[in-house]
Protein backbone atom coordinates (compact mmCIF):
# COMPACT_ATOMS: atom_id res chain seq x y z
CA UNK A 1 0.00 0.00 0.00
CA UNK A 2 1.26 3.46 -0.98
CA UNK A 3 2.86 5.52 2.13
CA UNK A 4 0.86 8.54 2.70
CA UNK A 5 3.34 10.83 2.70
CA UNK A 6 3.69 11.05 -0.54
CA UNK A 7 3.29 14.93 -1.74
CA UNK A 8 1.40 13.57 -4.79
CA UNK A 9 -1.35 12.57 -2.82
CA UNK A 10 -1.22 15.67 -0.31
CA UNK A 11 -1.31 17.69 -3.30
CA UNK A 12 -4.57 15.30 -4.85
CA UNK A 13 -5.56 15.74 -1.16
CA UNK A 14 -5.56 19.82 -1.63
CA UNK A 15 -2.53 20.40 0.93
CA UNK A 16 -0.63 23.26 0.06
CA UNK A 17 3.24 21.80 -0.56
CA UNK A 18 6.36 24.33 -1.32
CA UNK A 19 7.35 22.31 -4.04
CA UNK A 20 4.35 20.69 -6.61
CA UNK A 21 4.90 17.33 -7.31
CA UNK A 22 5.92 16.01 -10.38
CA UNK A 23 4.88 14.21 -13.30
CA UNK A 24 4.30 14.03 -16.81
CA UNK A 25 1.57 12.77 -19.02
CA UNK A 26 3.44 10.40 -21.54
CA UNK A 27 6.34 10.70 -19.35
CA UNK A 28 6.97 6.58 -20.87
CA UNK A 29 7.71 7.27 -24.66
CA UNK A 30 9.26 7.53 -27.86
CA UNK A 31 11.71 10.39 -26.56
CA UNK A 32 13.49 8.02 -24.56
CA UNK A 33 15.80 5.83 -26.47
CA UNK A 34 15.30 3.15 -23.99
CA UNK A 35 11.87 2.85 -24.85
CA UNK A 36 12.92 3.23 -28.51
CA UNK A 37 14.69 -0.40 -28.02
CA UNK A 38 11.95 -1.93 -26.75
CA UNK A 39 9.37 -0.60 -28.97
CA UNK A 40 11.50 -1.89 -31.70
CA UNK A 41 11.04 -5.31 -30.72
CA UNK A 42 7.19 -5.40 -31.24
CA UNK A 43 5.16 -5.32 -34.78
CA UNK A 44 1.79 -3.76 -33.07
CA UNK A 45 1.98 -1.46 -30.24
CA UNK A 46 -0.68 -2.95 -28.48
CA UNK A 47 0.53 -6.22 -28.67
CA UNK A 48 3.54 -4.60 -26.59
CA UNK A 49 0.97 -3.71 -23.97
CA UNK A 50 -0.24 -7.30 -23.65
CA UNK A 51 3.24 -8.01 -21.84
CA UNK A 52 2.85 -7.49 -18.12
CA UNK A 53 6.66 -7.75 -18.01
CA UNK A 54 7.26 -4.99 -20.53
CA UNK A 55 4.39 -2.36 -19.20
CA UNK A 56 6.60 -2.73 -16.18
CA UNK A 57 9.68 -1.92 -17.90
CA UNK A 58 8.37 0.85 -19.48
CA UNK A 59 6.46 2.71 -16.69
CA UNK A 60 9.73 2.24 -14.32
CA UNK A 61 11.92 4.33 -17.63
CA UNK A 62 10.77 7.76 -16.27
CA UNK A 63 10.67 6.93 -12.78
CA UNK A 64 14.83 6.04 -12.83
CA UNK A 65 15.84 8.87 -15.17
CA UNK A 66 13.60 11.41 -13.48
CA UNK A 67 13.11 10.46 -9.93
CA UNK A 68 9.28 11.74 -10.89
CA UNK A 69 6.68 11.41 -7.93
CA UNK A 70 4.28 9.34 -9.53
CA UNK A 71 4.37 6.36 -11.93
CA UNK A 72 1.51 6.28 -14.56
CA UNK A 73 0.64 2.31 -16.10
CA UNK A 74 1.80 1.99 -19.41
CA UNK A 75 -0.78 0.63 -21.38
CA UNK A 76 -3.48 2.38 -24.07
CA UNK A 77 -6.62 3.82 -23.60
CA UNK A 78 -8.36 1.15 -26.36
CA UNK A 79 -8.13 -1.76 -25.05
CA UNK A 80 -11.38 -1.44 -23.67
CA UNK A 81 -12.64 -1.26 -27.56
CA UNK A 82 -10.28 -3.82 -28.33
CA UNK A 83 -11.57 -6.26 -25.73
CA UNK A 84 -15.30 -5.55 -27.02
CA UNK A 85 -13.99 -7.13 -30.26
CA UNK A 86 -13.24 -4.07 -32.36
CA UNK A 87 -9.93 -5.65 -33.58
CA UNK A 88 -7.49 -2.55 -32.58
CA UNK A 89 -4.42 -2.22 -34.33
CA UNK A 90 -1.24 0.48 -34.29
CA UNK A 91 0.03 1.16 -37.91
CA UNK A 92 2.89 2.64 -38.63
CA UNK A 93 2.30 6.56 -39.73
CA UNK A 94 -1.38 5.78 -38.66
CA UNK A 95 -1.93 5.03 -35.35
CA UNK A 96 -4.65 3.24 -34.28
CA UNK A 97 -6.62 1.19 -37.03
CA UNK A 98 -10.02 -0.42 -36.24
CA UNK A 99 -10.79 -3.72 -38.33
CA UNK A 100 -14.04 -4.04 -36.54
CA UNK A 101 -15.20 -0.53 -35.79
CA UNK A 102 -19.19 0.84 -34.94
CA UNK A 103 -20.45 1.78 -38.90
CA UNK A 104 -24.50 0.94 -37.84
CA UNK A 105 -27.17 1.40 -35.24
CA UNK A 106 -27.18 -2.25 -35.15
CA UNK A 107 -23.37 -2.75 -34.70
CA UNK A 108 -24.19 -0.77 -31.16
CA UNK A 109 -26.79 -3.19 -30.34
CA UNK A 110 -24.60 -6.36 -31.45
CA UNK A 111 -21.34 -5.17 -29.83
CA UNK A 112 -19.66 -8.05 -28.07
CA UNK A 113 -20.58 -7.17 -24.02
CA UNK A 114 -17.09 -6.06 -22.35
CA UNK A 115 -15.60 -8.78 -20.30
CA UNK A 116 -13.21 -7.52 -17.09
CA UNK A 117 -11.10 -11.14 -17.43
CA UNK A 118 -10.06 -10.49 -21.31
CA UNK A 119 -7.80 -7.46 -20.00
CA UNK A 120 -6.24 -9.48 -17.03
CA UNK A 121 -3.02 -8.43 -19.21
CA UNK A 122 -3.95 -5.05 -17.76
CA UNK A 123 -4.26 -5.72 -14.14
CA UNK A 124 -1.07 -7.86 -14.03
CA UNK A 125 1.18 -5.10 -15.27
CA UNK A 126 -0.83 -2.80 -12.70
CA UNK A 127 0.61 -5.22 -9.79
CA UNK A 128 4.36 -5.99 -11.46
CA UNK A 129 4.41 -1.62 -11.19
CA UNK A 130 2.99 -1.55 -7.63
CA UNK A 131 5.44 -4.08 -6.66
CA UNK A 132 8.67 -2.73 -8.31
CA UNK A 133 7.78 1.22 -7.41
CA UNK A 134 8.99 2.96 -4.14
CA UNK A 135 6.57 2.74 -1.70
CA UNK A 136 5.93 6.81 -1.77
CA UNK A 137 5.53 6.60 -5.35
CA UNK A 138 2.27 6.61 -5.88
CA UNK A 139 0.76 4.52 -9.57
CA UNK A 140 -1.58 5.96 -11.34
CA UNK A 141 -4.36 3.45 -13.44
CA UNK A 142 -6.47 5.16 -15.87
CA UNK A 143 -8.81 4.50 -18.89
CA UNK A 144 -10.44 6.75 -21.79
CA UNK A 145 -13.54 8.80 -20.88
CA UNK A 146 -16.75 6.97 -22.45
CA UNK A 147 -17.01 9.65 -25.17
CA UNK A 148 -13.00 10.04 -26.53
CA UNK A 149 -13.55 5.54 -27.01
CA UNK A 150 -16.85 5.96 -28.56
CA UNK A 151 -15.36 8.50 -31.20
CA UNK A 152 -12.34 6.44 -32.03
CA UNK A 153 -14.69 3.52 -32.10
CA UNK A 154 -17.29 4.70 -34.60
CA UNK A 155 -14.27 6.39 -36.66
CA UNK A 156 -12.60 3.73 -37.09
CA UNK A 157 -9.01 5.30 -36.75
CA UNK A 158 -7.89 9.04 -35.43
CA UNK A 159 -9.19 11.77 -37.48
CA UNK A 160 -8.73 15.55 -37.24
CA UNK A 161 -12.82 15.96 -37.40
CA UNK A 162 -14.25 12.74 -36.48
CA UNK A 163 -16.70 13.36 -39.32
CA UNK A 164 -18.36 10.22 -39.50
CA UNK A 165 -18.70 10.19 -35.71
CA UNK A 166 -20.40 13.28 -35.41
CA UNK A 167 -22.71 12.70 -37.94
CA UNK A 168 -23.55 9.62 -35.99
CA UNK A 169 -24.85 11.01 -33.19
CA UNK A 170 -27.22 12.90 -35.37
CA UNK A 171 -28.72 9.74 -37.11
CA UNK A 172 -28.37 7.40 -34.39
CA UNK A 173 -28.88 9.58 -31.47
CA UNK A 174 -29.93 6.69 -29.07
CA UNK A 175 -27.71 4.10 -30.15
CA UNK A 176 -25.18 6.55 -29.45
CA UNK A 177 -26.37 6.75 -25.58
CA UNK A 178 -26.52 2.41 -25.71
CA UNK A 179 -22.97 2.62 -26.46
CA UNK A 180 -22.06 5.51 -23.82
CA UNK A 181 -23.74 3.60 -21.81
CA UNK A 182 -22.05 0.14 -22.19
CA UNK A 183 -18.71 2.06 -22.31
CA UNK A 184 -19.20 3.64 -19.07
CA UNK A 185 -20.32 0.40 -17.17
CA UNK A 186 -16.83 -0.95 -18.81
CA UNK A 187 -14.99 1.52 -17.71
CA UNK A 188 -16.10 1.29 -14.39
CA UNK A 189 -15.25 -2.56 -14.74
CA UNK A 190 -11.49 -1.82 -15.81
CA UNK A 191 -10.60 0.94 -13.07
CA UNK A 192 -12.20 -1.11 -10.41
CA UNK A 193 -10.03 -3.98 -11.63
CA UNK A 194 -6.60 -1.55 -12.12
CA UNK A 195 -7.53 -0.26 -8.02
CA UNK A 196 -7.80 -3.86 -6.69
CA UNK A 197 -4.44 -4.84 -8.54
CA UNK A 198 -2.82 -1.84 -6.98
CA UNK A 199 -3.63 1.45 -8.71
CA UNK A 200 -3.45 4.51 -6.02
CA UNK A 201 -4.69 7.08 -8.16
CA UNK A 202 -6.84 6.95 -11.69
CA UNK A 203 -6.91 9.89 -14.41
CA UNK A 204 -9.66 10.06 -17.45
CA UNK A 205 -8.38 10.90 -20.45
CA UNK A 206 -11.39 12.64 -22.14
CA UNK A 207 -9.00 13.28 -25.14
CA UNK A 208 -11.43 14.35 -27.73
CA UNK A 209 -14.02 16.64 -25.56
CA UNK A 210 -12.38 19.53 -27.97
CA UNK A 211 -14.42 17.84 -30.71
CA UNK A 212 -18.33 18.71 -29.58
CA UNK A 213 -19.80 21.88 -28.97
CA UNK A 214 -20.71 23.09 -25.52
CA UNK A 215 -24.04 21.74 -25.69
CA UNK A 216 -23.17 18.39 -27.07
CA UNK A 217 -19.90 18.38 -24.50
CA UNK A 218 -22.42 18.21 -21.98
CA UNK A 219 -24.32 15.48 -23.36
CA UNK A 220 -22.33 13.26 -24.61
CA UNK A 221 -19.04 13.66 -22.91
CA UNK A 222 -19.28 15.13 -19.09
CA UNK A 223 -22.89 13.33 -18.26
CA UNK A 224 -21.04 10.28 -18.64
CA UNK A 225 -17.62 11.17 -17.28
CA UNK A 226 -19.67 12.04 -14.11
CA UNK A 227 -21.92 8.78 -14.01
CA UNK A 228 -18.33 7.42 -14.49
CA UNK A 229 -17.01 9.18 -11.03
CA UNK A 230 -20.28 8.65 -9.02
CA UNK A 231 -19.89 4.65 -9.46
CA UNK A 232 -16.51 4.82 -8.53
CA UNK A 233 -17.26 7.23 -5.67
CA UNK A 234 -20.06 5.37 -4.99
CA UNK A 235 -18.23 1.73 -4.55
CA UNK A 236 -16.52 -0.10 -1.44
CA UNK A 237 -13.13 -1.16 -3.14
CA UNK A 238 -13.09 2.35 -5.14
CA UNK A 239 -14.84 5.10 -3.24
CA UNK A 240 -11.45 6.81 -1.64
CA UNK A 241 -9.00 6.78 -4.76
CA UNK A 242 -8.49 10.49 -6.13
CA UNK A 243 -9.80 10.70 -9.89
CA UNK A 244 -8.08 13.15 -12.13
CA UNK A 245 -9.61 14.29 -15.26
CA UNK A 246 -7.83 15.63 -18.45
CA UNK A 247 -10.51 17.06 -20.68
CA UNK A 248 -8.45 18.22 -24.07
CA UNK A 249 -9.72 21.77 -24.67
CA UNK A 250 -13.40 21.29 -23.99
CA UNK A 251 -15.68 24.47 -24.95
CA UNK A 252 -17.26 24.73 -21.67
CA UNK A 253 -15.48 26.66 -18.28
CA UNK A 254 -13.73 25.25 -15.67
CA UNK A 255 -16.81 25.27 -13.20
CA UNK A 256 -18.74 23.16 -15.56
CA UNK A 257 -15.86 20.30 -15.97
CA UNK A 258 -15.76 20.52 -12.01
CA UNK A 259 -19.35 19.62 -11.47
CA UNK A 260 -17.58 16.02 -12.51
CA UNK A 261 -17.22 15.89 -9.01
CA UNK A 262 -13.15 14.36 -9.83
CA UNK A 263 -10.75 15.53 -7.10
CA UNK A 264 -8.33 17.17 -10.09
CA UNK A 265 -8.58 18.59 -13.47
CA UNK A 266 -5.86 18.36 -15.55
CA UNK A 267 -5.57 21.71 -17.66
CA UNK A 268 -4.39 21.44 -21.56
CA UNK A 269 -1.52 23.59 -22.16
CA UNK A 270 -3.97 26.61 -23.88
CA UNK A 271 -6.32 26.78 -20.78
CA UNK A 272 -4.74 29.64 -19.20
CA UNK A 273 -7.70 32.08 -18.88
CA UNK A 274 -8.88 31.02 -15.66
CA UNK A 275 -10.71 32.32 -12.44
CA UNK A 276 -8.80 30.54 -9.89
CA UNK A 277 -10.68 31.98 -7.35
CA UNK A 278 -13.58 29.52 -8.44
CA UNK A 279 -12.05 26.34 -7.64
CA UNK A 280 -9.65 27.00 -5.13
CA UNK A 281 -10.25 24.78 -2.15
CA UNK A 282 -12.40 22.51 -4.64
CA UNK A 283 -11.08 20.84 -6.54
CA UNK A 284 -7.03 19.84 -7.37
CA UNK A 285 -5.36 21.26 -10.66
CA UNK A 286 -2.66 19.50 -12.82
CA UNK A 287 -0.72 21.36 -15.41
CA UNK A 288 -0.50 22.86 -18.33
CA UNK A 289 2.86 23.86 -19.43
CA UNK A 290 2.92 23.32 -23.69
CA UNK A 291 4.83 20.28 -24.41
CA UNK A 292 6.19 22.27 -27.50
CA UNK A 293 7.99 24.67 -24.89
CA UNK A 294 10.69 21.71 -23.96
CA UNK A 295 11.80 22.15 -27.68
CA UNK A 296 13.03 25.53 -26.84
CA UNK A 297 16.04 26.73 -25.29
CA UNK A 298 16.70 26.36 -21.57
CA UNK A 299 15.69 30.20 -21.03
CA UNK A 300 12.65 29.79 -22.65
CA UNK A 301 11.80 26.49 -20.78
CA UNK A 302 12.66 28.45 -17.24
CA UNK A 303 10.74 31.65 -18.07
CA UNK A 304 7.50 29.66 -19.10
CA UNK A 305 7.85 27.32 -16.16
CA UNK A 306 8.01 30.81 -13.88
CA UNK A 307 4.62 31.39 -14.95
CA UNK A 308 2.95 28.83 -14.08
CA UNK A 309 4.35 28.03 -10.87
CA UNK A 310 3.82 31.83 -10.06
CA UNK A 311 0.26 31.19 -11.28
CA UNK A 312 -0.38 28.41 -8.90
CA UNK A 313 2.03 29.35 -5.68
CA UNK A 314 0.36 28.89 -2.55
CA UNK A 315 -2.84 26.64 -4.80
CA UNK A 316 -4.20 24.56 -2.63
CA UNK A 317 -3.46 21.39 -4.30
CA UNK A 318 -1.04 22.01 -7.41
CA UNK A 319 0.47 19.25 -9.32
CA UNK A 320 3.09 20.25 -12.45
CA UNK A 321 2.73 18.40 -15.55
CA UNK A 322 2.61 19.29 -19.28
CA UNK A 323 -0.87 20.68 -20.92
CA UNK A 324 -0.78 17.23 -23.38
CA UNK A 325 1.51 14.11 -23.86
CA UNK A 326 5.28 14.77 -24.45
CA UNK A 327 5.93 14.70 -27.95
CA UNK A 328 8.44 12.11 -29.60
CA UNK A 329 10.75 14.87 -30.79
CA UNK A 330 11.51 15.92 -27.63
CA UNK A 331 14.84 15.56 -25.96
CA UNK A 332 14.92 14.07 -22.30
CA UNK A 333 17.73 16.04 -20.91
CA UNK A 334 15.05 19.09 -21.55
CA UNK A 335 12.43 17.03 -19.47
CA UNK A 336 15.58 16.27 -16.75
CA UNK A 337 16.34 20.15 -16.68
CA UNK A 338 12.65 20.80 -16.34
CA UNK A 339 12.59 18.81 -13.55
CA UNK A 340 15.53 19.86 -11.88
CA UNK A 341 14.42 23.81 -12.47
CA UNK A 342 11.05 23.47 -10.65
CA UNK A 343 12.22 21.33 -8.02
CA UNK A 344 15.26 24.11 -7.43
CA UNK A 345 13.02 27.22 -7.33
Not at 29 to 34: A, K, L, S, V
Not at 140 to 150: D, E, M, N, Q
Not at 178 to 185: A, P, Q, V, W, Y
Request: hydrophobic content about 40%; aromatic content about 10%; charged content about 25%.
Amino acid sequence: MIERESIFLKALNKETLPIPPIWYMRQAGRYMPEYRAVRKKFKNFLDMCKEPDVCCELALQPINAFELDSAILFSDILTIPDAMGLDVKFLEGEGPVFGNPIKTAKDVLNIKPFDSDSLSYVYKAVGNIRSALPKHIPLIGFCGSPWTLAAYSIEGKSSKDFLFTRNFLKENDDEAHIFLNKLTDACFEYLKRQIEAGADVIQIFDSWANLLTEDDYKVYSLKYITTLIGLLKNDAVTKNIPIILFSREPKVQLKTIMTSQSDCLSLYWSMNDIDLNEVKNKVAIQGNLNPEILLESNEVIKQETLKILQKFKNYPGYIFNLGHGITPNINPDKVKFLTDLIRSI
